[in-house]
């Protein structure tokens, strides 16, 4: 049994189509507390039904911070996260913090070098070199921590080294104290077996279809800019496509649907070497509400 105390902060993290979002919804509704968005991507405006982010009803629920608050043609990193997440680490609110982004929470719970800017002009160029290009570059003790698979993460190390002339390895080396140590939060890790989240992950995407996800990225059609931070959401490349006639509706379907499952699958690989430490729930064979004591 996992004690929950009613002014304790609450950090929930698990991969996509995990239910972190009704989980915390539970614990708001039972002993009250503000959801505040730890997931890289939902932080933008444009892409809502796409990213899952909190729709009316959930909203209307329980009060919900740092989603959709950034203009979708914005950039936005995990430093100018913590900026935003600090004030809700001593409001009158005790903070229920969710997402699937990692670095979120590492920078959250064990601090963030202060690294300076990339100018622009570094970053156009970046973009314009391949995943194999920018690995190329970097040094084996970086790409030993980050997720090579991930063009952003990867793009971001290689832009910290050729700005700084430093590796982002030995930025982090220097990291100042965390915020919100684990050690003051409980700390909750979501867990599923492989076939049920991608069961989940399959209905939820069939259900963003009948909500209006093309009506959505028809929306978005105007503006579309593969380069933006937020066009690196799941799905909304591929319905680009489609409204351009590149890809089928049922291609456009196997293809989010296939990468979803591939990024749920990193996340896991990814909370299972960092989040060792913290409460493990196997949400796929367990009562909830008989393993967190939500008590008052």
């Known amino acids: 049994m996992i004690t929950i105390p009613p002014h304790k902060p609450v950090l929930i993290a698990g991969p996509t189509a995990s239910g972190k979002s009704a989980l915390a919804l539970h614990i708001a509704r039972t002993q ?25 009803a959930d909203l209307a629920a329980a009060e919900h911070a740092l989603y959709g608050h950034i203009p979708f043609d914005a950039d936005y990193s995990v430093g100018h996260w913590l900026r935003d997440v600090t004030p809700y680490l001593h409001g009158d609110q005790r903070p229920i913090i969710i997402g699937g982004t990692g670095l ?15 100018p622009n002009t570094l970053r156009s160029l970046g973009n314009t070199l391949s995943l194999q290009d920018l690995l190329s570059q970097l040094d084996a003790k970086t790409t030993a921590r980050i997720d090579i698979q991930n063009r952003m993460r990867v793009q971001r190390a290689w832009e910290v080294l050729k700005s700084t002339g430093r590796p982002l390895a030995d930025w982090q ?109 196997q949400i796929d064979k367990i009562d909830i509400s008989a393993t967190l004591d939500l008590s008052t």
């Open 32 to 56: 009250g507390g503000v959801i505040v968005n730890a997931d890289a991507l939902q932080v933008f405006a444009g892409w809502r039904i796409i990213t899952a982010r909190p729709d009316d």
């Open 173 to 281: 080396d220097a990291t100042p104290p965390p915020l919100l140590p684990c050690d003051q939060a409980i700390c909750l890790n979501l867990n599923a077996t492989p076939d049920w989240l991608n069961d989940r992950i399959t209905r939820r995407f069939d259900q963003m279809l009948d909500i209006g996800a093309l009506d959505e990225a028809r929306a978005m059609l105007p503006s579309w800019d593969p380069a933006h931070a937020s066009s690196k959401a799941i799905g909304a490349p591929e319905l680009i496509a489609h409204l351009r006639g590149e890809l089928t509706l049922a291609q456009t379907r196997d293809a989010v649907i296939t990468g979803s499952r591939q990024y749920a699958k990193r996340q896991r690989t990814w909370f299972r070497s960092r989040h060792k430490h913290w409460h493990q729930l």
């Open 104 to 118: 979120n929470f590492a920078a959250l719970t064990q601090g963030l070098a202060d690294i300076p800017a990339t």
